[in-house]
């Protein structure tokens, strides 16, 4: 199939209320208008579709002149996304030295960048560099950065040839001062990075699944740069020798962090939610909006997507307080500052969308005291039938200042229609009451697929993880690697009588309840009292006539049940003084990946012969040690 060029059109700030806004991402790439070819055109496939170039508008709440007085006044290009963009090779414009501890000092001048596939630290010594929308300046600290196989490269973009005063020390240290890169206008350094987590998610990826996410690509070829590839494990994205997905800063995004500038202004809480079908682009738009906020103040982040989530294991709900930046994708995300969470138990919020809503009226709740902070909302992807109703419903409930809708070029992941407070406050919910008449702005995005020939938003090519269970899995193995492999943990025994039992994502009869926890990850949680229904029998477990919507105190591991001894022993690193407040467990769909699974040594129950067991019969026979959780 052949390609034709589609040139893009400038437009104004002042121009967007006419018109919808449009930005091209599904995991994108920060560009420099300088690196795209022929400076403003890009190659779109013949058989793609396309938008028209000035669709009709759809929501703006604010005018030309809020624009205008908001100082912000910028060209913004229409250009289409190619993800494949043809560019200088990065050996003509990377100037690098090789350090004798295997460190590398590298220079560039202003808008240049290069693209990257693997991890390391970076800490700038002259000028400014942009990551995935943060602006680093010199620092005495590194900032580790992660580019992982099977998501959009990032890239690491030189912006300013400012703040040159202290850069003369740092470089005399390094024994780097009569050296030409330090002529250059951006100067910083790199170190190799590795961490634990990343062997354990590499060991523990079942057999089948394993991708080499991080270090240097296998070649033959060698170049300029192959020496500093060598030494920082990494390969760098050359655009006549590797074909993938490129990080890309929508266009116009740069409209939804001037609206919610302009909100607090005006004295208002910013409350941004992003909205749009699975795939289309709704992390890297709110990762790159997080970074941009994260410049001058810390921020709330409300993720209410339980089977895709930003932070932490599927299955949860979270509001998080963030205070370091976003470089990389979710599963390479370090603690935030703190986090409240609410466990769900589901992947599917079909299964039990009135307990969903429960969960989002409970973290909504638990925001409110910190109303001083911006707020970001991710969602779910599920955008028809009552996934169309629920996100209307989560609107309704986060009454934001701002909504961002995504659009897909394949109908069947798009919304019904544009969702404008007027259409949001024309639809009837059953399960939502509106308290207030909604007025917000609403921002119309455009995404596109990894590939122009793609089908499917999510479609698998050489490049791309494209099953949701694998992200899943990685994930919670990422997860259990910087917090604690199950079998190291620190195991806790609890009597039958001081704890009651729940599963949250289906029924299952009371008397198959430990059978179903048994080997799972549970919440830990307290439940009031007066929703503890006990049993008939005071030695037994108490069980909950309906799944408890609380804040989660953390999360735990059944590694064993001793039925003569009525003893549940669950792993967890939840401190003892902590654990005296756990009264309940409670299940959900989340198992332990195969992995993890298949490397467990006998007579662990799931890999015992269990022809003449049940699981209520099989000895726990690690170490443990005993304590109650409850007084």
Same mark, same amino acid.
């Given at each position: 199939?052949?390609?034709?060029?589609?040139?893009?059109?400038? &437009?104004?700030? %002042?121009?967007?209320?006419?018109?919808?806004? @449009? #930005?091209? $991402? /599904? *995991?994108?790439?920060?560009? +420099?208008?300088?690196?795209?070819?022929?400076?403003?055109?890009?190659?779109?496939?013949?058989?793609?579709?396309?938008?028209?170039?000035?669709?009709?508008?759809?929501?703006?709440?604010?005018?030309?002149?809020?624009?205008?007085?908001?100082?912000?006044?910028?060209?913004?290009?229409?250009?289409?996304?190619?993800?494949?963009?043809?560019?200088?090779?990065?050996?003509?414009?990377?100037?690098?030295?090789?350090?004798?501890?295997?460190?590398?000092?590298?220079?560039?001048?202003?808008?240049?960048?290069?693209?990257?596939?693997?991890?390391?630290?970076?800490?700038?010594?002259?000028?400014?560099?942009?990551?995935?929308?943060?602006?680093?300046?010199?620092?005495?600290?590194?900032?580790?950065?992660?580019?992982? &196989?099977?998501? %959009?490269?990032?890239?690491?973009?030189?912006? @300013? #040839?400012? $703040? /040159? *005063?202290?850069?003369?020390? +740092?470089?005399?240290?390094?024994?780097?001062?009569?050296?030409?890169?330090?002529?250059?206008?951006?100067?910083?350094?790199?170190?190799?990075?590795?961490?634990?987590?990343?062997?354990?998610?590499?060991?523990?990826?079942?057999?089948?699944?394993?991708?080499?996410?991080?270090?240097?690509?296998?070649?033959?070829?060698?170049?300029?740069?192959?020496?500093?590839?060598?030494?920082?494990?990494?390969?760098?994205?050359?655009?006549?020798?590797?074909?993938?997905?490129?990080?890309?800063?929508?266009?116009?995004?740069?409209?939804?962090?001037?609206?919610?500038?302009?909100?607090?202004?005006?004295?208002?809480?910013?409350?941004?939610?992003?909205?749009?079908?699975?795939?289309?682009?709704?992390?890297?738009?709110? &990762?790159?909006? %997080?970074?941009?906020?994260?410049?001058?103040?810390?921020?709330?982040?409300? *993720?209410?997507?339980?089977?895709?989530?930003?932070?932490?294991?599927?299955?949860?709900?979270?509001?998080?307080?963030?205070?370091?930046?976003?470089?990389?994708?979710?599963?390479?995300?370090?603690?935030?500052?703190?986090?409240?969470?609410?466990?769900?138990?589901?992947?599917?919020?079909?299964?039990?969308?009135?307990?969903?809503?429960?969960?989002?009226?409970?973290?909504?709740?638990?925001?409110?005291?910190?109303?001083?902070?911006?707020?970001?909302?991710?969602?779910?992807?599920?955008?028809?039938?009552?996934?169309?109703?629920?996100?209307?419903?989560?609107?309704?409930?986060?009454?934001?200042?701002?909504?961002?809708?995504?659009?897909?070029?394949?109908?069947?992941?798009?919304?019904?229609?544009?969702?404008?407070?007027?259409?949001?406050?024309?639809?009837?919910?059953?399960?939502?009451?509106?308290?207030?008449?909604?007025?917000?702005?609403?921002?119309?995005?455009?995404?596109?697929?990894?590939?122009?020939?793609?089908?499917?938003?999510?479609?698998?090519?050489?490049?791309?993880?494209?099953?949701?269970?694998?992200?899943?899995?990685?994930?919670?193995?990422?997860?259990?690697?910087?917090?604690?492999?199950?079998?190291?943990?620190?195991?806790?025994?609890?009597?039958?009588?001081?704890?009651?039992?729940?599963?949250?994502?289906?029924?299952?009869?009371?008397?198959?309840?430990?059978?179903?926890?048994?080997?799972?990850?549970?919440?830990?949680?307290?439940?009031?009292?007066?929703?503890?229904?006990?049993?008939?029998?005071?030695?037994?477990?108490?069980?909950?006539?309906?799944?408890?919507?609380?804040?989660?105190?953390?999360?735990?591991?059944?590694?064993?049940?001793?039925?003569?001894?009525?003893?549940?022993?669950?792993?967890?690193?939840?401190?003892?003084?902590?654990?005296?407040?756990?009264?309940?467990?409670?299940?959900?769909?989340?198992?332990?990946?195969?992995?993890?699974?298949?490397?467990?040594?006998?007579?662990?129950?799931?890999?015992?012969?269990?022809?003449?067991?049940?699981?209520?019969?099989?000895?726990?026979?690690?170490?443990?040690?005993?304590?109650?959780?409850?007084?």
């Amino acid at each position: 199939m052949g390609n034709k060029k589609k040139k893009s059109k400038k &437009r104004t700030l %002042s121009e967007v209320e006419s018109t919808t806004v @449009s #930005a091209d $991402n /599904e *995991d994108g790439v920060d560009l +420099d208008p300088v690196l795209l070819q022929d400076d403003d055109e890009q190659v779109v496939g013949e058989s793609e579709v396309m938008f028209p170039d000035e669709p009709s508008v759809r929501d703006i709440r604010l005018g030309d002149d809020s624009f205008a007085s908001s100082g912000q006044q910028s060209e913004i290009s229409d250009a289409e996304d190619d993800s494949f963009i043809r560019e200088a090779d990065p050996g003509e414009y990377i100037s690098y030295k090789v350090l004798p501890k295997g460190d590398v000092i590298l220079g560039m001048q202003h808008r240049n960048q290069f693209f990257f596939k693997g991890c390391l630290n970076l800490k700038v010594l002259k000028g400014e560099v942009c990551v995935q929308g943060y602006r680093i300046q010199p620092s005495d600290n590194f900032i580790s950065v992660y580019s992982p &196989r099977g998501h %959009s490269l990032l890239s690491i973009s030189a912006t @300013s #040839a400012e $703040n /040159e *005063d202290d850069s003369e020390n +740092d470089f005399s240290r390094l024994g780097i001062e009569k050296c030409d890169i330090i002529n250059c206008d951006v100067v910083f350094l790199l170190q190799k990075l590795t961490e634990s987590w990343m062997d354990y998610l590499l060991k523990n990826m079942k057999k089948n699944e394993k991708i080499r996410l991080f270090g240097r690509d296998n070649t033959k070829d060698e170049d300029k740069l192959s020496e500093m590839e060598k030494c920082l494990d990494i390969t760098i994205y050359r655009p006549d020798k590797i074909s993938t997905k490129l990080w890309k800063i929508g266009q116009d995004w740069e409209v939804a962090l001037t609206s919610l500038q302009i909100v607090e202004k005006s004295g208002e809480q910013p409350r941004l939610v992003a909205i749009g079908g699975k795939g289309v682009g709704k992390s890297s738009f709110l &990762r790159w909006l %997080s970074n941009q906020l994260l410049t001058h103040k810390e921020i709330l982040f409300l *993720d209410l997507d339980p089977g895709q989530r930003e932070f932490g294991l599927p299955g949860y709900m979270s509001l998080s307080l963030l205070n370091h930046p976003l470089l990389g994708p979710n599963f390479c995300h370090p603690a935030s500052k703190w986090e409240k969470r609410v466990f769900f138990g589901d992947i599917n919020v079909s299964n039990n969308p009135g307990r969903y809503l429960k969960c989002v009226k409970h973290l909504l709740k638990l925001s409110k005291e910190f109303h001083d902070l911006p707020m970001l909302v991710n969602t779910m992807g599920w955008c028809q039938g009552l996934g169309f109703q629920l996100n209307t419903d989560i609107i309704r409930l986060c009454n934001p200042t701002t909504v961002v809708q995504l659009h897909s070029r394949f109908p069947r992941k798009n919304f019904p229609k544009s969702l404008t407070a007027d259409a949001v406050n024309s639809v009837k919910s059953s399960r939502t009451d509106p308290q207030t008449t909604l007025s917000y702005t609403l921002l119309e995005f455009l995404a596109v697929p990894e590939r122009i020939a793609a089908k499917d938003m999510r479609s698998k090519d050489c490049w791309g993880i494209p099953e949701a269970k694998i992200l899943r899995d990685i994930q919670t193995i990422a997860w259990l690697g910087r917090n604690g492999d199950v079998k190291d943990l620190p195991v806790y025994s609890i009597s039958f009588s001081q704890i009651c039992l729940n599963v949250a994502h289906e029924k299952v009869p009371d008397r198959g309840l430990l059978a179903a926890l048994l080997l799972k990850p549970v919440d830990l949680c307290r439940v009031p009292t007066e929703y503890i229904r006990q049993p008939k029998q005071s030695e037994n477990y108490s069980v909950l006539d309906k799944s408890p919507v609380t804040e989660s105190l953390g999360t735990g591991f059944v590694r064993g049940v001793d039925g003569e001894e009525r003893l549940i022993f669950v792993a967890t690193s939840l401190k003892e003084e902590q654990l005296r407040s756990v009264n309940c467990l409670v299940g959900g769909c989340l198992s332990l990946p195969s992995g993890l699974v298949t490397k467990q040594k006998p007579p662990a129950p799931y890999l015992t012969d269990l022809s003449t067991l049940t699981p209520l019969d099989l000895p726990w026979q690690r170490n443990h040690k005993y304590g109650q959780f409850a007084k």
